[in-house]
């Protein structure tokens, strides 16, 4: 029997499963900062500091009493976390180290034949070199190696040392020990992964059960597609064959979409629907999303749930943003209601911001507004600047 999920009920799963419905002033600490980032799955990290960088700021929208030391000594000092690729470059809990192995065997045979038509035939050479030289010499930076041959043009035309510690991580044989700058410092793997992390093996099979349901637990309900697409280490293809050999344990359901849109057949763990009474309702507080939150990671997924399209205008022409360069969504309980364009401006110590857009129906009422007051003094004060500075004509919902 397919049963019919409300969209209501679907937002609240998923925003309760990415770890927002939980009250966001609990105290959190270091070990329940490892255990929030192994509920969500991952963390993605991104260069940009508008406000904050993503993954601090992925963090604080969970929980306001998140400390950056803490990452830093779960990353850096305690190994309990590393750095890798999902979709993108991100935070990842070491437990999970060795199914990671899997994509590291992947890349292997795959990446370094790619990159090596780009480089040249010397590009095997380089990376042994590589390898060589931070084996016996220790941790390094990129800017430490030779630039001989550097060219410009992208970062295709690395010099051939710089390439070569990133195949090197993609590979998994050097891992990234810490960041000077938010620049990677490079170590071999098990000079950086704790051994009770580093070591073990687990067969394909239990590589492929383990990506397929660890995401469907992760996200709640999902088609296979979407199951591949969480840690994007199977294909859409192993996710379905694993949706048919598991048909035992999954019930088939209807996921309602915002704004009566065709529901969404997707698969659930038998017997969720047992629990949606227990599924708790997210904070009503309102919520500055980083463009890179995981409740956002698929547009489509998310345009479906919320009724809110959003796309990172970072590359778009000026001329053609509908928005900005680089705008915050808003989260209000288990809505997105806005957007907001603001950025830390450490020189004047203030956080500007320049428009504020809310949803179609959205109405900006005084209580709404000093809602939203109140969540940019809390982003002020973690980004560590100490006023909010409105600019004139910031709220485009009174225009």
């Not at 710089?162 to 090197?168: D, F, I, N, P």
């Not at 450490?346 to 900006?364: C, H, I, N, T, Y």
Request: hydrophobic content about 40%; aromatic content about 12%.
């Amino acid at each position: 029997m397919t049963i019919r999920l409300s969209n209501r009920d679907a937002r609240r799963i998923f925003l309760a499963k990415q770890g927002l419905s939980a009250a966001p002033h609990r105290a959190l600490g270091k070990d329940g900062l490892l255990r929030l980032i192994h509920d969500i799955g991952f963390v993605q990290v991104d260069s940009i500091s508008t406000v904050e960088r993503a993954h601090h700021q992925i963090l604080f929208s969970r929980n306001q009493t998140y400390r950056r030391e803490h990452l830093n000594e779960l990353l850096e000092e305690d190994g309990e976390l590393f750095e890798h690729w999902t979709h993108d470059a991100s935070i990842i809990p070491s437990v999970f180290f060795v199914y990671w192995k899997h994509r590291f065997k992947w890349e292997s045979e795959t990446l370094r034949e790619r990159w090596r038509r780009w480089r040249g035939e010397g590009f095997d050479a380089s990376c042994d070199e590589t390898y060589e030289r931070v084996a016996s010499g220790g941790a390094v930076m990129a800017r430490e190696l030779k630039e001989d041959h550097h060219e410009s043009g992208g970062w295709w035309n690395w010099h051939p040392s710089k390439t070569a510690l990133e195949v090197l991580w993609r590979q998994g044989r050097l891992a990234i020990a810490r960041r000077v700058n938010f620049q990677k410092v490079y170590d071999l793997t098990e000079r950086v992964i704790p051994a009770h992390h580093y070591e073990g093996d687990v067969s394909h099979p239990e590589f492929i059960d383990w990506a397929c349901r660890s995401a469907l637990e992760r996200l709640g309900f999902a088609t296979h597609g979407e199951i591949a697409a969480f840690w994007d280490l199977v294909s859409p293809d192993e996710a379905k064959a694993w949706v048919a050999e598991h048909r035992d344990e999954l019930c088939e359901i209807l996921v309602e979409a915002a704004n009566g849109g065709k529901p969404r057949p997707s698969y659930a763990f038998t017997g969720f629907s047992d629990n949606l009474g227990d599924v708790p309702d997210p904070p009503s507080r309102i919520r500055v999303l980083s463009p890179f939150d995981p409740l956002l990671r698929d547009r489509n997924r998310t345009d479906r749930l919320f009724g809110f399209f959003y796309r990172i205008e970072v590359f778009v022409p000026e001329a053609k943003r509908e928005y900005g360069y680089y705008v915050f969504p808003l989260l209000e309980g288990d809505r997105l209601i806005g957007r907001i364009d603001m950025k830390a401006d450490r020189k004047r110590g203030s956080l500007e911001v320049r428009r504020l857009w809310l949803e179609q129906g959205v109405k900006p009422s005084s209580g709404r507004i000093d809602r939203v007051m109140a969540e940019l003094d809390r982003i002020a004060r973690f980004a560590g600047v100490g006023d909010v500075n409105l600019l004139e004509g910031w709220n485009a919902s009174l225009t």
